[in-house]
Structures are given as C-alpha cells and as structure tokens.
C-alpha cells in the first residue's frame, strides 16, 4: 500500500545512527544538531502570557500580521531584502516546513533542483518526496567546502527549475562568500532559475565573516525564495517556528499548500517569537559561547593521531577528516561509539563527499567537548 516513491527513499542515516546511540551507556553525544541553551527567558515569558492571555486560536493562513512586519523589517534592516509584510512572507513551522512548501508549490514532476553536498539530510529527501529529482554538486574540504559556481553551472539540464543553497551549511559550518553569491545569481539570472536560500544559521558565524542573504543582490529579489528561522540562533527547536520570503505568487502557492495541510504555525510559538528580534544581545552571547567552543574543539581535533580540521566559518559543526585513520565515515563513527562512548555523525549521511568525514557539534558543554577529544585520543591512539 506504502507509494513507490516513499518506499524507494531510505530512512534517514541520523535516524539509524541515534537508535545505535540510545542503545550505548556513558555517551558523550556530539551529535545532535541542537543549541544546548535554554529559549531565552524573554520568549518563554511571551509564550506564558500568550497562554495567559488565550491566544490559543488558529491565526491568518499566513501567520500573524505583528510577526510578518517584524520579519519583513528584520529583513530589510539586516539583509537588504525588500518584502511586503501581507503577501510576501508565510510563517511556518520551522525551516522544514517552509523548505517543503517551497519546493511542492513549484515543482513538476520530473523537475531537477541542484544541491550542494554535504549538505541537510532534508534536502534531497523533500525535493524527491515532491516528486522532483535532487541534483547534488560536490564541494571540497580545500576551498572550505564553498559549492564552486562552476560545478553548479555544469549540473545545469532543461529540467533545472531550482538552485538550493544553504549558506552557513550543515554539516560543514562553510559560509559563501559574497562573490561566490554574485557569481550564483549570475547563473541563476542566465538560466531563468529559481533560487531557495536556506539561512537558518545567519547569526552563527565566525571569524569576521559576513552573512548576506542572495536575496539583496542585483535581480535576485524575484527569484529567490528566503527561508528562515528561529530554531537554531533563538534556540527555540521545539516551537517549530521558521518563515519563508519572496516574491507575491510564489509565497502565495506556498500558502495554498499550508492552508489545507497545517492551517496556521502554532500560535503561541507566533506571539512568543513576536520578541525575538528586540533582544539581539541573547543571540550574541550564545553566538560567542559557540565560537569560544567551535576553537577548543577544532584545535583538539587538530592535536589528534591522523584527524584533521578545517575551522569552519559559521553554523556549530565542526566536519574533520578522518581518512588517515583507514576506517571510512560509518566505521569510525560506530568504533568510536562502542569503544569511546563519543557520539559523531559519519559524514557520508550528508552526501557522497562526506565519506571520510565526521560531524561533531559543539553545542555541547565545554567539560563534555574535553573529555570527548581525551576519548578521542585514547581510541585513536588504540588504533595505532
Ligand atoms: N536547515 C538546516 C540547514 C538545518 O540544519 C536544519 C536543522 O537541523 C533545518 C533547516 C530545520 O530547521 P527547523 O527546526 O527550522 O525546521
């Protein structure tokens, strides 16, 4: 009874991983993509007194005017990316969600949208469970696993209707520069293609980095649909809170999908993230917890038998290679786990280029991240 395209699509390699993980004693996991902070006491306390105050009702299709002009202020202030508040911005749940409308209210069958890999395991599985044909463009550890505009041009076929790119990127932590932008837009331009833009971990960037979001650059303003959200930088995961941007008819269609399948986002989660943005400086701190923590690790990984990483420039993974060791992603990361009790994600679950890679998140306590990389060592050191 199970559709053929659901059936053919595998389970998530996460997935299985954590269910190894929850089987195993004494684990430092270093595996979850989550913030290890608390919401901020500000957001909490509006979710309280939306409770409070009954906002408990289904809200516009779209999501709740208040909040669509403080994202589509948010947008223009930060990110030099015009919108009207009443029909170019949907509030969803989360990322996940806008990333599947986006990709179902354009999509044909048989239309090919190119990613670049590593990358979110959601990707490929939600451009294929539209019915679509994800195209996946390899980046590399030497130029900081930044997609090369040119690898994206040659993957272009009549049947690209979309580019999707993720900027900082999970599971590599590489930011794109402006120019790399520049030169993704030009492509887009030439070959009248949409562009979607993951920009979840735009505050979580390191290193005198800057985030732009493709959406503000020359003629891209019609062609780019922006998402975001509040998961990651707002640590708010659970309040499945995130937004999508873009031009009038495709955020319309976007909506029409939302409107049969979820209604609304959660109201309370909507009245509670209405403050998100008038507290800037709790974003910061955890910002600056995440880089003080990004170094530890990284200059741990870095001091390991046969490990090496590249300092990633944004998001909280760090993504060494672990080719020297001889085992490949998916025997590492489960040795590693039975010997050491450390918890990493085997690379390859991103994409074919991950093979020889790990991810490790850092949002883990500093005390957890130490003992980790003193496992490390011990079991790598085993090995010898
Ligand atoms: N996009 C990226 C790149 C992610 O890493 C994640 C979660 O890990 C998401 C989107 C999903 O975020 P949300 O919680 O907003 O659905």
């Not at 202030?77 to 989360?94: A, K, M, W």
Request: glycine content about 6%.
């Amino acid at each position: 009874m199970i559709s053929k395209r659901v059936r053919d699509f595998p389970f998530s390699g996460i997935r299985e991983f954590f269910e190894l993980v929850q089987k195993a004693e004494d684990v430092i996991s270093l595996g979850v993509g989550e913030p290890d902070f608390p919401t901020p006491e500000h957001i909490k306390d509006a979710g309280i007194r939306a409770i409070e105050n009954n906002h408990t009702s289904y809200t516009s299709n779209y999501g709740l005017p208040e909040l669509r002009e403080s994202i589509a202020a948010k947008l223009r202030e930060q990110n030099n990316v015009e919108v009207d508040p009443e029909t170019e911005v949907l509030i969803t749940s989360g990322v996940s969600e806008a990333l599947d409308l986006a990709l179902r209210a354009i999509i044909n069958p048989g239309d090919e949208v190119i990613i670049h890999e590593p990358s979110y395991v959601s990707y490929r599985a939600s451009i294929w469970f539209s019915g679509g044909s994800p195209v996946e463009v390899s980046t590399r550890e030497d130029n900081g696993f930044r997609v090369q505009p040119e690898d994206l041009r040659d993957a272009i076929s009549d049947k690209t209707k979309a580019l999707l790119i993720a900027s900082p990127n999970n599971p590599t932590g590489s930011v794109l520069r402006r120019r790399d932008l520049e030169e993704i837009s030009d492509i887009a331009v030439e070959n009248d293609l949409l562009v979607l833009s993951d920009e979840i971990y735009e505050y979580m960037i390191y290193d005198k980095e800057k985030h732009y979001s493709i959406g503000s650059l020359n003629g891209m303003g019609d062609r780019t649909i922006t998402l975001n959200g509040y998961s990651k930088a707002f640590s708010c995961t659970g309040w499945r809170m995130g937004y999508a941007a873009g031009r009038k008819d495709y955020i319309e269609s976007m909506m029409k999908i939302h409107q049969y399948t979820m209604l609304c986002a959660p109201s309370i989660a909507q009245y509670a993230l209405l403050t998100a943005f008038e507290h800037m400086d709790s974003v910061e701190r955890m910002v600056r917890s995440y880089d003080t923590r990004r170094r530890l690790l990284v200059d741990g990984l870095n001091s390991l038998p046969d490990v090496s990483c590249i300092k990633p420039k944004g998001a909280f993974y760090a993504f060494p290679n672990i080719t020297k060791t001889g085992f490949s992603s998916r025997e590492f990361a489960e040795k590693l786990l039975a010997d050491a009790g450390v918890a990493v994600v085997p690379g390859d679950t991103f994409g074919a280029s991950g093979e020889g890679y790990v991810r490790c998140c850092y949002a883990a306590s500093r005390e957890d991240l130490s003992e980790a990389l003193e496992r490390m060592d011990s079991f790598l050191t085993k090995q010898k």
